[in-house]
Nanobody, 116 residues
C-alpha cells in the first residue's frame, strides 16, 4: 500500500523560502508521477506542480519562476522548493502519487503560512 508523508511546512515571512518534502513507501517510486496540490481556506484544491518519472515538470502559472519541484528516486522522495513566498501561497500543501490511470494517492498535507 502506498503511503506518503509530507514535511517541511511552517510559518515564513513574505519573500522567504521553504522546502517541502514528501517521502513515499510501499511503491516502486520511479514508476509514479508525483506532484503537489494546495488548498487555501475557502478555496478549491489546485495543482501546484508535478513531475513525471522521466523528470518532466509542470507548474501552475502562479508559481512559475518561484517554485521548483524535484524528485530523488533513490530516496523515494519528491521535493518542492518554494522561494519568494507570498501571502497568497498560504495553504495546506498535499503530495500525491499516481501511476498510469490509477487513482491518485494523497498524503495528509502540511500547512504553509506566509505572514509577517
Amino acid at each position: 500500500q502506498v503511503q506518503l508523508v509530507e514535511s517541511g511546512g511552517g510559518l515564513v515571512q513574505p519573500g522567504g523560502s521553504l522546502r517541502l518534502s514528501c517521502a513515499a513507501s510501499g511503491v516502486i517510486f520511479s514508476s509514479y508521477v508525483m506532484g503537489w496540490y494546495r488548498q487555501a481556506p475557502g478555496k478549491q484544491r489546485e495543482l501546484v506542480a508535478d513531475i513525471t518519472n522521466g523528470g518532466s515538470t509542470n507548474y501552475a502559472d502562479s508559481v512559475k519562476g518561484r517554485f521548483t519541484i524535484s524528485r530523488d528516486n533513490a530516496k523515494n522522495a519528491v521535493y518542492l522548493q518554494m522561494n519568494s513566498l507570498e501571502p497568497e501561497d498560504t495553504a495546506v500543501y498535499y503530495c500525491y502519487a499516481q501511476r498510469g490511470s490509477a487513482p491518485r494517492v494523497w498524503g495528509q498535507g502540511t500547512l504553509v503560512t506566509v505572514s509577517s
